[in-house]
């Protein structure tokens, strides 16, 4: 179970980091299952999976953060025996995966309050808390047209379209990635999901720092959404992940080189707000 969620998480078929995270901590609950002769054990054997969980990629600042939070809280409860410890590891996945629902519906709110009817909103790939806001200004009545990238090459965005394009009061409209300097110019906004933000870099999806360089051009603010544990204070090395070069071409080509980072790095000076559940703050 949890050998075939790490893989799944390295072949990113979880589309979002907090989908990634949750899928993570659910897959940690596999061990309950098992049998262990010892409380020495289990705990060994949570921290080894926990461990092989993060390895699958280093890069998701919510995957590393839920997993040592899950992995703390059964250290500091110091159970008596392999029940005990089952027990507080149940406990700890419900109440982390909580707090990612939790955090992304918070961020989500947040980020509504810079959206006003009308508005046209342009946003990249996939990402669930910005799906969260879109669905919260339907709450609030409020009608926006959304242009959606396509998010080459894995097409991620085409599942955010059909999603965006079922909530009331959106007008979903999918673009190729290098339309979107063309689009731009009538937008109000683009609001992006991230990865992670470590100092002075966001993390995203690749695409995203080109997205934030046009719209700087534009004068389009460009708005980040995501939990407050995607922020990272302390020491953080992105290991970039490239992905097949199949994903780009099928045909096999010996005449070229093909590469295919799947993120890329984007200067917070091009962002003009980051929305978490914690708040709102302007980068700068």
Not at 172 to 188: E, K, P, Q, R
């Amino acid at each position: 179970m949890i050998d075939e969620t790490a893989r799944q998480i390295r072949d990113m078929r979880t589309h979002s980091s907090s989908s990634v995270a949750i899928t993570a901590a659910g897959a940690l609950l596999g061990l309950v299952e098992r049998e262990y002769p010892s409380l020495e054990e289990f705990t060994r054997d949570v921290e080894r999976n926990s461990t092989q969980l993060r390895q699958a990629n280093p890069s998701h600042a919510s995957l590393q953060n839920t997993q040592h939070r899950i992995v703390d809280i059964l250290r500091d409860a110091d159970p008596s025996d392999v029940q005990a410890a089952k027990d507080t590891l149940e406990n700890a996945v419900e109440d982390t995966v909580a707090s990612i629902q939790g955090a992304q519906r918070r961020a989500a709110v947040q980020a509504v309050e810079l959206l006003t009817d009308g508005d046209v909103v342009l946003t990249h790939d996939y990402s669930t808390t910005v799906l969260a806001a879109l669905e919260e200004a339907s709450d609030r009545e409020l009608s926006l047209s959304v242009y959606v990238t396509e998010a080459r090459p894995r097409y991620m965005g085409r599942r955010m379209a059909r999603h965006v394009a079922g909530i009331e009061h959106m007008d979903a409209t999918l673009i190729v990635d290098s339309a979107a300097g063309h689009f731009l110019s009538g937008c109000d906004r683009v609001l992006v999901g991230m990865t992670s933000i470590a100092g002075d870099i966001l993390y995203n999806r690749v695409g995203t720092f080109g997205l934030a360089a046009c719209a700087n051009q534009r004068n389009v603010p460009f708005t980040v959404v995501g939990a407050a544990t995607k922020v990272i204070d302390g020491e953080f090395v992105f290991e970039n992940d490239f992905r097949s070069a199949v994903e780009v071409m099928r045909e096999p080509t010996e005449a070229f080189h093909i590469s295919n980072p799947a993120y890329d790095a984007t200067p917070l000076d091009l962002v003009d707000s980051v929305v978490t559940d914690d708040g709102r703050f302007h980068p700068g």
